[in-house]
């Protein structure tokens, strides 16, 4: 039997869905009403998968859940899973992301939080620290936010090698760390910063969102406000891809779970007009690491489109044909079970689309 996961976070909680065999969608929800959910994860290394969520209540304040059984029930730490230790006199605005590290280290799962820092946990989500030397590099203090606020929201670790370390930081750009995140340098050679007066700064560009090559762990795509790239050293230096797409402006780019140098990424007119690229509803998928893009557009709606999809809303899952799925912030959730070739829509008049996360939990 194979079973998909699908997490939908959205404005006003998380709603779950479920898929067997290759039967109907079936969705629950919402989990965490009224809570804006920015990060959800899968984890899958444990006996059962075990569901994370950053929940952000306005009452309340942020907070990580868990679930094993599928979000039929939830468990909430008593004292706050991720928060500022007192020295650094900060306080948790939001969870951005929750990414479980590899099978070398069962029990790592890493979170990105707004003030941007980066924090580990060694209980698979339970329990969190600051990792402090990323939090206390020496140009942290020149980092600026972005217009969604200063977010550390994208965490990459590396199959082949259990010590590198990759975040984005908006606006700040990439950091990397070759040694578990006990030291970190910026790695934003060739990415462009169009908005400081020295566009070609170390640091201070203003990353939307990464995403890791199948076939070579040191390949890595880039969607930056303005400009699309490709790394082919683990984010030393960066290459301009973003010739032939309508736009090179966008928030999310996804990398085919199987596929090398094939990834996703869904352009948008500008950041001052941010809605799909000339007001139509397409993907554009490269199949040669950004040499060339294809629209993709079969099943998706052909007539005027204002459906933003932001940085964390759309994802592949990891069955063969590959999911891949976008929710935006119309409150639509599509998926394709063919590689990007078809789209269907799952789901409609959602709250805002905010994070979308799937994996295969069932053989």
């Known amino acids: 039997m194979t079973e998909l996961l699908l997490l939908v976070g959205t404005r006003k909680g998380l709603f ?6 290759g039967g109907p969608w079936e969705f629950g929800g919402p989990h965490f009403n009224a809570q804006a959910v920015y990060a959800a994860a899968v984890d899958r290394r444990g006996p ?37 230790p007192g020295d650094t006199g900060a306080s948790l605005e939001r969870v ?13 799962v890493y979170a990105g939080t707004e003030p941007a820092a980066l924090f580990r946990s060694a209980d698979r989500g ?9 939090w206390e590099h020496p140009s942290r203090r020149d980092w600026a936010p972005g217009g969604g606020g200063e977010g550390l929201h994208t965490v990459l670790t590396d199959p082949a090698d259990p010590g590198a370390l990759t975040v984005a930081v908006s606006a700040a750009g990439v950091f990397r760390s ?19 007066p020295d566009p070609q700064p ?19 795509y880039l969607q930056n406000h303005w400009g699309v790239y490709r790394s082919d050293d683990g984010g030393r230096a960066w290459t301009d891809i973003g010739a032939g797409l309508p736009s090179d402006f966008g928030f999310a780019v996804a990398a085919h779970p199987h596929r090398p140098d ?21 993907v554009f998928r490269t199949s040669d690491a950004g040499a060339t893009w294809e629209p993709l557009t079969s099943g998706l709606p052909s007539g005027d489109h204002y459906g933003t999809v932001l940085r964390d809303a759309m994802c592949t899952d990891d069955a063969d044909p590959a999911g891949v799925y976008f929710g935006n912030r119309n409150g639509e ?13 799952l789901a409609e008049h959602l709250p805002d689309v905010l994070c979308v996360r799937a994996a295969v939990i069932g053989h």
């Open 178 to 196: 070759t040694d578990g995140g006990a030291a970190w340098s910026p790695s934003n050679s060739g990415v462009s910063a169009v908005f400081l």
């Open 48 to 84: 059962v998968p075990r569901i994370l969520v950053g929940g952000d209540s306005s009452h309340w304040g942020p907070s990580v859940f868990t679930s094993d059984d599928l979000g039929a029930t939830w468990q909430e730490p008593a004292r706050p899973a991720v928060r500022f």
């Open 262 to 282: 094939t990834a996703y990424v869904f352009p948008l007119n500008a950041d001052s007009d941010r809605v799909p690229a000339g007001h139509r509803c397409r």
């Open 333 to 345: 959730l599509y998926a394709s079970a063919d590689d990007g070739d078809s789209w269907r829509l």
């Open 96 to 108: 951005w992301q929750l990414h479980p590290a590899g099978p070398e280290a069962p029990d790592v």
């Open 202 to 220: 170390e640091f201070g560009q203003c990353v939307h969102k990464l995403a890791r090559d199948a076939g070579d762990p040191r390949r890595l």
């Open 126 to 134: 339970e329990s969190f620290e600051l990792v402090r030397p990323l």
């Open 16 to 21: 779950i869905g479920r898929r067997n065999n």
